[in-house]
């Protein structure tokens, strides 16, 4: 009976969203994700970066006439030591008292200047620096006075320029490159997501049902055991989708800052809605999939606890070929790749996100995906059917 | 009493496959474990059937077989001449079964219940409201009609369980081991109860090991023990001059001396 499937579909979502528990623990991955990305992208950023104002302490030994200029820069003070005090400097670098210790040849300038690649016998002079990476402020002179003496060595043996000047010499537009790492990162997020979504549910839902004995009552009803089946994949599917989409939201809002920390500052989306509505489909017959595998696993769990461990090696598999898409360029073009489930959607989702995606492929996805769902709800319903299963 | 059958199960069979645990814990070589063998009664329209045996005698598993909840491994029985075998949803659809294996969910008040299988058998809002009003003032639920299960005391799951259980008003009830677990006073609304529904003129199928419930409620009694049917009478007659534990006694010394 239709009704039958529609009064269980009701039922699931009264389960569902009268637990504010429920609804809390689904949607809070996405609020979590929002507030650590945020703070991740933050905190990266200012783990590179000390203080703006912070005053770099240089110890120099040696200090060569042609680095003078150093001592006119604002963000360094160069302090020139004698040889004989670098080891008490180097101690105090260890123990994060100073920053960083340079020690130049004694005449590295006239050293500097008399050497040649072509004709040297002794190697050239040697700049030693000694800091202490696992300090930031330490890491950072170093960063600093490497860069420095790189250009310095640079400006005297220059012989060709790349790509010098002020010139925007990378023709890539930013959408593209903003597209380029989100089609890398979002295929694994999106399933990873929905993965952890549609298990808590489901497992509550079937393998929950099953360990309270609850399933038990509603199977000495006259109903089909194909509307339970059916009705519970909707349903789940439909808040598995929702906390995906909360996560998926968290994300997306999370992404400037968590770029911000690796330097694309300006993230531009250049999505259209065809190419959101493209998403939205593979991503809804996508959990429609995933739902109906983890059904099965916890429709022959005996307990929630048990559903979830049974799960964890399919969440492995899962978020491997998550990263399939990183190791290849672009949509394979052979259509029967697209049969596959979960690397479809990974290709299509990564498709999508990089703007460079067909059709063709993206149907047969999720045709795919919607048949598979549908051997799940046939499998799911001679579970239920089954006394082995549901009554051990 | 017109003898019209109503129930009637034959040659009823169910093994279950015996796990190394199981077969080390029942300290037997056993792969299979015959629970049920070759079962045969029949149960009149308008009676209360009695089905006693010690436990592990096969009670339960026959309950389950009737309900369609596990099929018969051979044999059938028919409910109201619908096939636990063939057509198992119909037969869902004529009896409402019992037993504390079946749980309600803790989430959900005893008044959404009802109205929620009341869907799943298809009664029709008007008369799930009148029955509903009925059923919940006859047991004392309407009070706690809109309570949580969860919240609820256990004599009081008991009840909802009962009542969600007979939604659908069916002529037949199956009721496995009805007073076990009950404090003395749900025990006695649940037997009350059970007086009421024979009165309505409802077949009743109960499996109990307490001689004396099956003495004060059942019309006839069929003893069974490893998973057979040894006898099968009225009560009546059979403690027509001794109590049916004596009766009871005797046929398990006649079956050790076999």
């Known amino acids: 009976m239709k009704s039958d499937l529609f009064t269980i579909i009701k039922k699931e979502f009264a389960r569902f969203f009268g637990d504010k528990r429920m609804v809390f623990t689904a949607l809070m991955p996405g609020l979590l994700i929002y507030a650590l990305y945020s703070f991740m992208g933050d905190g990266m950023s200012q783990m590179y970066e000390p203080d703006e104002n912070y005053v770099y302490e240089i110890n120099v030994v040696n200090m060569p006439q042609s680095l003078a200029f150093l001592e006119e820069v ?14 008490a400097v180097k101690d105090a670098i260890r123990e994060d008292e100073a920053d960083i210790l340079v020690v130049f040849p004694e005449n590295f300038d006239a050293e500097m200047l008399a050497y040649d690649v072509m004709t040297a016998t002794t190697p050239a002079p040697n700049v030693e620096i000694y800091y202490n990476s696992a300090n930031t402020e330490s890491s950072g002179a170093y960063s600093i006075m490497r860069e ?38 979002m295929p694994m997020l999106i399933l990873m997501m929905l993965f952890s979504g549609c298990l808590s549910v489901s497992a509550e839902s079937i393998a929950g049902e099953k360990e309270r004995g609850t399933i038990a009552t509603l199977l000495v009803t006259p109903m089909k055991r194909r509307d339970l089946a059916l009705g519970k994949m909707i349903s789940l599917s439909t808040f598995g989708l929702l906390s995906g989409l909360s996560s998926f939201i968290g994300i997306m809002l999370s992404l400037p800052n968590l770029m911000g920390g690796s330097g694309l500052e300006n993230v531009k989306f250049g999505y259209s809605v065809a190419d959101y509505a493209v998403l939205l489909l593979v991503i809804i017959t996508t959990t429609l999939l995933i739902v109906g595998m983890i059904s099965i696993i916890s429709a022959y769990a005996k307990s929630v606890k048990e559903a979830s461990t049974m799960a964890s090696p399919l969440m492995i598999i899962v978020s491997l070929v998550g990263v399939t898409n ?14 596959i489930p979960i690397y479809n959607s990974v290709q299509c989702i990564s498709g999508v996100f990089s703007m460079d995606y067909q ?26 059917g089954s006394e082995r299963i549901m009554y051990t | 009493m017109e003898q019209n059958v109503i129930v009637k199960a034959t040659g009823l069979r169910k093994t279950f496959k015996l796990s190394k645990k199981q077969q080390n814990i029942q300290k037997t070589k056993d792969k299979v474990k015959v629970a049920v063998d070759g079962l045969d009664f029949e149960a009149y329209r308008g009676e209360i059937f009695g089905i006693l045996g010690p436990n ?23 409910i109201d001449g619908a096939s636990v075998v063939s057509n198992p949803e119909e ?24 109205n929620f299988f009341s869907e799943l058998h298809g009664v029709a809002p008007e008369v799930r409201d009148a029955r509903k009003k009925a059923m919940f003032e006859r047991f004392g639920i309407d009070e706690f009609a809109e309570v949580k299960v969860a919240n609820m005391s256990t004599g009081m799951k008991q009840k909802t369980s009962l009542v969600i259980s007979l939604v659908h008003d069916p002529d037949i009830i ?13 025990a ?8 009421e529904l024979k009165e309505q003129g409802k077949t009743i199928l109960l499996s109990t090991h307490i001689f004396s419930l099956v003495e004060k409620l059942c019309d006839r009694v069929g003893i069974v023990m490893d998973g057979k049917m040894v006898l099968c009478d009225s009560v009546e007659k059979l403690t027509k001059d001794r109590d049916l534990e004596d009766v009871f006694f005797e046929i398990c010394s006649e079956m050790e001396a076999k």
């Open chain 1, 74 to 87: 604002e963000e360094v003070n160069i302090s020139k030591i004698q040889e004989a005090d670098a080891d």
């Open chain 1, 148 to 185: 420095v003496l790189n250009s310095f060595e640079q400006s005297i043996a220059n012989k060709f320029d790349i790509c010098q000047g002020e010139k925007e010499y990378d023709l890539a537009t930013e959408e593209d490159i903003s597209a380029m790492v989100i089609s890398m990162m």
């Open chain 1, 326 to 339: 990183m190791m290849s360029s672009g949509m394979p073009e052979e259509l029967y790749w697209y049969l």
């Open chain 1, 359 to 384: 059709m063709l492929p993206v149907i047969i996805t999720c045709v795919a995906n919607t048949l598979y769902s549908g051997i799940f709800v046939v499998v799911l319903t001679k579970m239920f």
């Open chain 2, 56 to 78: 592990g005698a096969g009670k339960t598993t026959t309950l389950r077989m009737l309900s369609t909840l596990i099929k018969p491994d051979s044999g059938d029985a028919w």
């Open chain 2, 91 to 114: 037969v869902r659809g004529k009896i409402g079964f019992l037993t504390s294996e079946l749980k309600l969910e803790d989430f959900f008040t005893p008044n959404y219940l009802f």
């Open chain 2, 174 to 186: 199956i009721f496995d081991e009805p007073t076990n677990g009950l404090d003395v006073l749900t």
């Open chain 2, 188 to 195: 006695r609304v649940v037997t009350d109860f059970l007086q």
